[in-house]
């Protein structure tokens, strides 16, 4: 009978024991998911006035410029992937669904300006380097109320940095792939008075492309194909075949301008 008493004393504690390690798993789990979120960020997409983001009645996310850098994100396109509801097309010009509708059903913005095209409504979303991007507020959902016609699907809205409060700065970036491609960029934002402030920014993407099904063949078959001497002008790979077509070239270029000039209407005594 005392063993018995034992036995269940034993296992009421190992019972006890592996509830106490899940409960604590649990409060430790739920700490890491509250700290993923920011509770005291403003936004002003979703509403057009300042709300904390833990108020907004709508699905928003929000890319700081910190998450830029510590994700080392190279493009727009490239930080809007990281959203969920958002897909973007691995393509030079980088297309963007959002919940399944495309780009002309998506309002962008830049500072609260539409850059969507009057003509077809497509964006160019190389027209802001990423270095001159102080955060991206993305609402999820129609807003056709607040902003018109073509926010059926939701809103992006690209804030930029802001002047220094005196003085001058400067960012340059430059970087290097695969496939010659380069990406330079440098922004200028100046404080020429207490009311007059200046911004420039520009942007330059170019790249020569993959360029994909290449066409192979043995010299004599190349010969009569194409009347040429394939062991005098085409390359010859490991296989000893020849490449005598492609697609073509598959380079492209981008190059993009940006300039703000601001005025203060308001002095500020300190």
Request: net charge neutral.
């Amino acid at each position: 009978m005392l063993g018995k008493n034992k036995s269940r004393l034993v296992a009421l504690l190992c019972c006890s024991s592996i509830g106490i390690v899940l409960s604590s798993s649990i409060v430790a789990a739920e700490g890491v998911v509250t700290s993923d979120y920011d509770l005291g960020t403003v936004v002003v997409t979703a509403t057009k006035t300042n709300q904390d983001i833990a108020n907004v009645p709508a699905s928003v996310s929000v890319i700081t410029s910190q998450d830029i850098e510590h994700k080392n994100i190279s493009s727009v396109q490239e930080a809007l992937q990281f959203l969920p509801g958002i897909f973007i097309d691995q393509s030079a010009q980088g297309s963007l669904t959002m919940r399944g509708m495309d780009s002309t059903d998506v309002l962008v913005l830049v500072d609260g300006v539409q850059q969507n095209s009057s003509y077809n409504g497509v964006v160019n979303f190389n027209m802001v380097p990423i270095t001159n991007v102080e955060r991206i507020e993305v609402l999820r959902g129609g807003a056709s109320s607040l902003y018109g016609g073509h926010a059926v699907a939701g809103v992006i809205n690209i804030i930029t940095k802001g002047v220094p409060e005196e003085g001058t700065s400067v960012v340059a970036d430059m970087s290097y792939g695969s496939n010659n491609t380069w990406k330079k960029a440098v922004t200028v934002n100046s404080r020429l008075s207490d009311k007059w402030s200046l911004g420039v920014n520009y942007e330059k993407r170019s790249s020569d492309g993959y360029r994909g099904f290449y066409r192979a063949a043995s010299a004599n078959t190349v010969k009569a194909n194409t009347k040429i001497d394939a062991s005098a002008d085409l390359k010859q790979l490991s296989n000893g075949t020849y490449l005598y077509g492609g697609r073509g070239e598959k380079e492209w270029e981008h190059e993009n301008y940006g300039f703000k000039i601001g005025y203060n209407l308001i002095k500020i005594n300190c």
